[in-house]
């Protein structure tokens, strides 16, 4: 006789302590700093912003930049006549990099299931670590401006740095099944948001010798962060002659421990969890196809999901820092020291819900609660006043229901939404899912960087 669901499910979070070894937690925090370290460059470039409009503008309309001599040289290298036409053209640049990585996260996804994700993911972190140099770093050095050389540069970086989420999450869902995948995920999500920290946290520190330095330390660090990854990282239990998951002797307690939530509570209880990534030789699975992916349920209705809402969460992450220097007059490595507060929130917000709808064992209900208390978060964020303890309480609230839901959609739902029951046999699907959810959100963040007034 079947156990009832409220029992089997007590086995099942007791399996995530009793089958966690020493390797999961290596690859739990290589995968979670591989991608902190891409985000912590990403966030250089919206921390660093008030420097580059300052470098990018003429001496003479600029009073935070030393007079430059001779006056006719710097006069005929400045990009812009004024702050606010460097200030559009850096609100360009976000659009740009935004819509190339949504583009890249659609291929990425595709080619993580068919290559080796240690590679992909490796290969993208130092040529993204390259780029960032010779954006910020090495045109600065040799005083070369240029429009559309950045353009392009930004987007080379959008279709690097699109190799690392899709590649992260799928080598997270092959060593981590469904028990407890909520609080796992909700904490291991946190990543992106210690990545900001920690971006921020580089630039305040180097920031008075030139935003250049910003750029060069957080891109050196991502560059040796790739080869740690190259070869220390293990994409699958496989690889160590572990278990694929699902595959031991608990028989239908195991099974249902690692079914998602988003498959069918009428399935065989005989039916046995796959492996997304590492498969028997003998009969590898072909991997899901593009158009199968989008076919999936609840993956498209979470995609345009995702995508309102990261609208919203990239525009803080884009432009916060840059708010509070111009809007309440502080210095800027104070606002990047004070942003912080905005991932603090949301690295908590998807812990605690990711652990809630573990014990509900539903996210949605979860999401729409949270999402109805971001809207009052906002309203009040706009309306704090210029005090820095407030200012920072109500942009750590406001993280919590905004970067939490953020993180459990991008993470949680999505390895959910590629292991599902109804891709069984062609199991090589999570990151694909990952790339249409990640890549949908971000076309979402890209209209809405084009959509926001820039001042």
Same mark, same amino acid.
């Given at each position: ?12 979070? +007791? @399996? ?25 460059? +990403?966030?250089? !470039? ?17 009073? &935070? $930049?030393?007079? %430059? ?22 609100? &360009? ?54 429009? /559309? ?8 970086? @959008? ?19 469904? $028990?407890?995948?909520?609080?796992? !995920? ?23 010798? @030139? ?9 050196? *660090? ?8 190259? !070869? ?68 498209? %209705?979470?995609? =345009?999901?995702?995508?309102? =809402? ?19 007059? /502080? ?22 819900? @990711?652990?809630?709808?573990? *014990?509900?064992?539903?996210? $949605? ?5 949270? %999402? ?10 706009? +309306? ?38 109804? *891709? ?7 990151? &694909?899912?990952?790339?249409? *959810?990640?890549? &949908? ?15």
């Amino acid at each position: 006789m079947a156990l009832p669901g409220s029992l089997r499910r007590q086995p099942a979070n +007791r @399996g995530l302590v009793s089958h966690c070894t020493h390797h999961h937690i290596v690859v739990f925090l290589l995968t979670f700093f591989s991608y902190s370290l891409l985000h912590a460059s +990403r966030k250089t !470039f919206s921390n660093v912003k008030v420097s580059i409009s300052s470098q990018w503008t003429p001496s003479c309309l600029n009073s &935070t $930049a030393p007079e %430059l001599r001779p006056y006719e040289l710097w006069n005929s290298s400045h990009l812009f006549l004024n702050a606010e036409e460097a200030t559009l053209f850096l609100g &360009t640049l976000d659009t740009i990099f935004l819509f190339s990585y949504a583009v890249g996260l659609f291929v990425s996804g595709i080619v993580g299931d068919r290559l080796n994700l240690r590679w992909v993911l490796s290969f993208g972190m130092c040529s993204s670590a390259l780029v960032v140099f010779f954006f910020g770093t090495l045109t600065e050095w040799l005083h070369f401006y240029n429009k /559309w050389f950045y353009c392009c540069l930004w987007v080379v970086n @959008g279709l690097l740095q699109s190799t690392g989420w899709p590649c992260v999450v799928a080598v997270m869902g092959n060593w981590f099944g469904k $028990a407890g995948r909520g609080f796992v !995920f909700g904490l291991w999500s946190a990543c992106a948001s210690v990545g900001n920290i920690l971006g921020a946290f580089l630039a305040s520190c180097v920031l008075k010798y @030139g935003y250049e330095y910003a750029f060069l330390v957080t891109a050196s *660090v991502q560059f040796a962060g790739g080869v740690i990854v190259f !070869f220390g990282l293990l994409t699958s239990p496989k690889e160590v002659g572990l278990p694929e998951l699902g595959a031991d002797e608990d028989g239908s307690v195991e099974e249902d421990a690692n079914r998602p939530l988003m498959g069918n509570d009428d399935a065989d209880d005989d039916d046995r969890n796959y492996s997304i990534q590492a498969t028997d030789t003998d009969s590898q699975p072909k991997a899901i196809g593009f158009f199968q992916a989008c076919c999936l349920p609840g993956v498209v %209705l979470y995609s =345009l999901a995702y995508a309102c =809402l990261k609208l919203v969460n990239y525009s803080f992450f884009f432009w916060l820092p840059f708010y509070l220097s111009n809007n309440f007059g /502080w210095k800027e490595a104070e606002a990047d020291q004070l942003s912080i507060w905005y991932d603090v929130g949301g690295i908590i917000g998807g812990t605690i819900q @990711g652990l809630i709808s573990d *014990v509900l064992q539903k996210r $949605a209900p979860v999401l729409a609660i949270s %999402l109805l208390f971001a809207v009052g978060s906002l309203f009040g964020y706009s +309306r704090s006043p210029n005090s820095k303890p407030i200012n920072a309480l109500i942009m750590a609230i406001t993280g919590f229901f905004i970067g939490g839901p953020s993180n459990m959609i991008s993470s949680a739902i999505s390895a959910d939404l590629g292991r599902q029951d109804v *891709v069984k046999g062609s199991s090589e699907a999570l990151a &694909t899912v990952t790339g249409i *959810v990640d890549g &949908t959100g971000s076309i979402g963040a890209a209209v809405g960087q084009v959509s926001l007034p820039k001042e």
